[in-house]
């Protein structure tokens, strides 16, 4: 008669048993997780996580054009400092159309990406895409050229205006003051084409009257349109002394011209400081360029972003020196 009473008793300590383990089995589970969370996560990486998630936060590129070769070193600046800081970057190629660029930008902003940083095709025609982006709420850096809509939060770059300076002075001193010009204009509209150009009168055509602009053309930052325009160049003016470039590209495809053509009395200067032109200038074939320093000013933009994401506050501009290059400190800056 007492045996179903035992029974009973066992069964009740057997369920009071496994109630126990369990709880300490998920206590300790539970413990582990956060112990393995805590140790997997870097700062850097936990830093690039949106709050609550695992998920990265993801940055929007709309970059000018990748067929230049300054543009491709810039991508690849922030590519480096996207994997260091675990982030995604979406880099979308505007091929210098800003109609092109427009249309990216909508597809970036419909994918709600945590930040844009814009590379600008257009000072005035890639201004819509900032709006776009803020009227989403996302934060926007744009980096190396600007737009004429200030509504972005942070340009990271360099004062375009001041390599057109650096360039007429160093004209100014190769040409002793005297001299026949052509300049090689940038994308017509694009914000270094104004300001590189504004810079360029100011420190040589107004300040030397000896100094004259013979002509002008777009070569639209292309090496090969440079060439060819370059080649009508110095069947027209003979006269002609130098070849201000607005980009080392250009620079570089009227070196080649002048070369061909075995014109060693015309100057040619250039500005970016990209690998080719810095060691033309070592030769002693390229007058001088003028160094931005892209891939600092990449890294920065990336940087800049992932603060502005976490609520950082910044400076409008952030802005990076250039360096005039000539054969006197041209080993300076070779391979870096």
């Given at each position: 008669?007492?045996?179903?009473?035992?029974?009973?008793?066992?069964?009740s300590l057997l369920v009071l048993l496994l109630a126990l383990i369990v709880g300490c089995s998920s206590k300790n589970g539970n413990n582990a997780g956060s112990t393995n969370n805590g140790d997997a996560a870097s700062p850097v990486a936990a830093a690039a996580t949106k709050s609550g998630s695992s998920e990265k936060y993801k940055i929007g590129v709309a970059a000018q054009g990748l067929s230049h070769e300054f543009i491709k070193a810039l991508i690849e600046s922030m590519q480096s400092k996207a994997d260091e800081l675990a982030v995604e970057l979406v880099v979308m190629d505007s091929q210098d159309k800003i109609e092109t660029q427009l249309?990216?930008?909508?597809?970036?902003?419909?994918q709600?990406?945590?930040?844009?940083?814009?590379?600008?095709?257009?000072?005035?025609?890639?201004?819509?895409?900032?709006?776009?982006?803020?009227?989403?709420?996302?934060?926007?850096?744009?980096?190396?050229?600007?737009?004429?809509?200030e509504n972005?939060?942070?340009f990271v770059g360099t004062d375009p205006k001041q390599s057109g300076i650096m360039m007429g002075e160093f004209l100014a001193k190769a040409l002793n003051g005297k001299g026949n010009v052509a300049l090689l204009q940038g994308q017509i509209g694009h914000s270094a084409e104004i300001t590189r150009g504004a810079g360029l009168k100011e420190s040589l055509f107004d300040k030397y009257s000896d100094v004259k602009l013979v002509t002008e053309q777009t070569a639209?930052?292309?090496r090969d349109e440079a060439l060819r325009i370059t080649?009508?160049?110095?069947?027209?003016?003979?006269?002609?002394?130098?070849?201000?470039?607005?980009?080392?590209?250009?620079?570089?495809?009227?070196?080649?011209?002048?070369?061909?053509a075995g014109r060693k009395d015309v100057i040619v200067a250039g500005i970016d400081g990209i690998p080719d032109a810095l060691n033309a200038v070592k030769d002693g074939r390229l007058g001088s360029t003028i160094l931005d320093n892209v891939t600092a000013e990449g890294k920065r933009a990336v940087e800049v972003a992932v603060g502005l994401i976490k609520g950082e506050k910044f400076d409008k501009k952030e802005l990076v020196d250039y360096v005039p290059i000539d054969k006197s400190n041209v080993d300076q800056y070779l391979g870096k």
């Open positions: 008669m007492r045996r179903p009473h035992h029974n009973l008793f066992k069964a249309s990216q930008v909508d597809t970036l902003v419909a709600k990406v945590d930040a844009l940083i814009l590379n600008s095709v257009d000072f005035v025609g890639s201004g819509p895409a900032v709006d776009k982006a803020k009227e989403a709420g996302i934060p926007v850096v744009e980096v190396i050229t600007f737009t004429k809509n972005y939060d942070v639209n930052w292309n080649e009508d160049w110095l069947q027209r003016f003979p006269e002609l002394n130098a070849i201000a470039a607005q980009n080392d590209e250009m620079a570089m495809g009227a070196l080649q011209a002048v070369e061909a």
